[in-house]
């Protein structure tokens, strides 16, 4: 488990790195292609996303103890589903990875949604982050077809669960 861990709001100076932080994780997993986050057109400047709305939606980035940046999430209104918010970006660096940090954003967008009185969390993953899928699945999120209003993602693994 990870000590002396902050987990605060994004600000402008946290785009880049956490954008490369994202960039970096998608090549590893051979996701650096059209319908994912790589080529998201907001990835170079989240914490404009996420402010613009900041009732509905938030983005948190994680710190270690040299206030470096290890990790980030974001969650944000999905008009698709009733009451419902997305879980979005959630990404670590390599070393971040295996610590329970994972863990740790997925409960801070959890509060943020809850006080924010969505009813549902929705995600979307690829097989290949067999990590993430099973932190999803120990949070209690179920697995559900392909929602019908999901027409271009590349992403092949839909999740849902009730807060």
């Given at each position: ?6 987990i ?45 709305m ?21 969650v ?34 959890e ?53």
């Amino acid at each position: 488990v990870m000590n002396n861990i902050n987990i605060r709001p994004i600000t402008d100076e946290d785009n880049p790195i956490i954008a490369e932080i994202i960039r970096t994780n998608l090549k590893k997993f051979n996701l650096d292609i059209p319908g994912t986050a790589y080529f998201d057109s907001d990835l170079d400047c989240l914490s404009k996303y996420y402010s613009a709305m900041p009732k509905k939606r938030a983005y948190f980035i994680a710190e270690d103890e040299n206030k470096q940046i290890i990790g980030g999430v974001g969650v944000a209104e999905f008009e698709n589903i009733d009451c419902c918010a997305e879980i979005q970006k959630l990404y670590l660096t390599d070393a971040a990875k295996g610590k329970g940090l994972g863990t740790m954003l997925m409960q801070t967008a959890e509060k943020f949604a809850k006080d924010k009185n969505y009813k549902k969390l929705y995600l979307e993953t690829h097989s290949n982050l067999k990590a993430a899928i099973r932190l999803y699945e120990r949070l209690g999120f179920k697995e559900t077809d392909r929602p019908t209003f999901v027409l271009h993602s590349t992403m092949d693994r839909f999740y849902i669960k009730g807060i």
